[in-house]
């Protein structure tokens, strides 16, 4: 079973609903002197910790959420000023900061 099925399965499972999801789960890999050092599993690693998981998640929750529930994505001060050595990081925050039309749907 995916982690997010899981994660929502047993919060149904306890309380019986939803009535607000926050995605906060990130990676942050070490900081890295230029971000060409910055490999490919790492890369997709973070963005599949901090992108793909929000959207599993939440697909999975919206079933068990009513009207007036709510999804919150948290980001990051690395969305605005992001530091080149977790420049991965970085862009998945952009992402969760951009993600309100994500949640206003």
Not at 44 to 67: C, D, G, P, W
Not at 75 to 88: F, H, K, M, T
């Amino acid at each position: 079973m995916h982690a997010g099925r899981h994660i929502v399965d047993e919060t149904v499972k306890k309380w019986g609903r939803i009535d607000i999801l926050v995605n906060n789960a990130a990676l942050q890999g070490k900081l890295v002197d230029k971000f060409e050092d910055i490999d490919r599993a790492r890369l997709e690693r973070t963005f599949h910790t901090n992108i793909l998981a929000y959207f599993t998640i939440a697909q999975n929750a919206v079933k068990h959420m009513s009207k007036g529930s709510a999804i919150i994505n948290v980001a990051s001060v690395q969305a605005y000023q992001p530091e080149p050595g977790i420049l991965d990081y970085a862009c998945t925050k952009v992402c969760s900061a951009d993600n309100i039309l994500f949640t206003y749907s």
